[in-house]
């Protein structure tokens, strides 16, 4: 399987941060690659897919990139309701595998 | 709206069975792929499985630590798909999600439900 590493595991931050999440795939997953923000208690929520394509209704603030093995995710300017944790993705080789997730915390 | 209603959860003994429900409501059911993940206590996510679309012929994959326990099906006639989970260990445990594919033509899950917990103890 496509071992997915995150980093960091914690992220302390304030509102109006800039915050970048990486994650590295053990082998290349081209850019199949997609981000999911988690709140306690709700269902996770697609954010960002094909590695750097936003999905429709998500705030312009969310960014990906990346290919191959290395991938960011970017939030401009961090929002209350970004506290959270996130996770990636990927979806090119059976399993499907996700990274141990990014908790966003208030610094 | 478009959502998914996962059911079926509950306690049970290890080595019994227990099948899932995912409904869907909001959408035509049968042009997507539906995906199923958990999330166990104290851990991430770990993906399950998937079936297509219909239209693409309705064809499974597993993850390997399920292949062979569990089984995913779909009746589109009444939109809802199933998770068959048969062996059960005390380590399949958790809050099990069903999802959908964000678009007709796509597996990348874009809906989730928000799951139903499974409990597998003596």
């Known amino acids: 399987d496509i071992q997915l590493t995150q980093s960091p595991s914690t992220l302390s931050a304030s509102v109006g941060d800039r915050v970048t999440i990486t994650c590295r795939a053990s082998?290349?997953?081209?850019?199949?690659l997609a981000w999911y923000q988690r709140r306690p208690g709700q269902a996770p929520n697609l954010l960002i897919y094909k590695a750097s394509t936003l999905e429709s209704g998500v705030p312009s603030r969310f960014s990906g990139s990346g290919s191959g093995t290395e991938f960011t995710l970017t939030i401009s300017s961090l929002q209350p309701d970004d506290f959270a944790t996130y996770y990636c993705l990927q979806y090119y080789r059976y399993s499907w595998t996700f990274g141990h997730g990014t908790k966003v915390e208030v610094k | 709206e478009m959502q998914l209603v996962e059911s079926g959860g509950g306690l049970v003994q290890p080595g019994r069975s227990l099948r899932l429900s995912c409904t869907s409501s909001?959408?035509?059911?049968?042009?997507?792929?539906v995906s199923w993940f958990r999330q166990s206590p104290g851990s991430g996510l770990e993906w399950l499985g998937f079936i297509t679309r219909t239209p693409s012929g309705g064809t499974t994959e597993y993850a390997a630590s399920v292949k062979g326990r569990f089984i995913i099906s779909r009746d589109d006639s009444n939109s809802v798909a199933y998770l068959q989970m048969n062996s059960l260990k005390t380590e399949d445990t958790g809050l099990y999600h069903c999802?959908?594919?964000?678009?007709?033509?796509?597996?990348?899950?874009?809906?989730w439900g928000q799951g139903t917990v499974v409990t597998v103890s003596s």
């Open positions: 082998q290349t997953v081209v850019t199949w």
């Open positions: 999802a959908r594919g964000r678009v007709e033509m796509a597996t990348v899950p874009g809906i």
């Open positions: 909001g959408f035509t059911f049968s042009d997507y792929a």
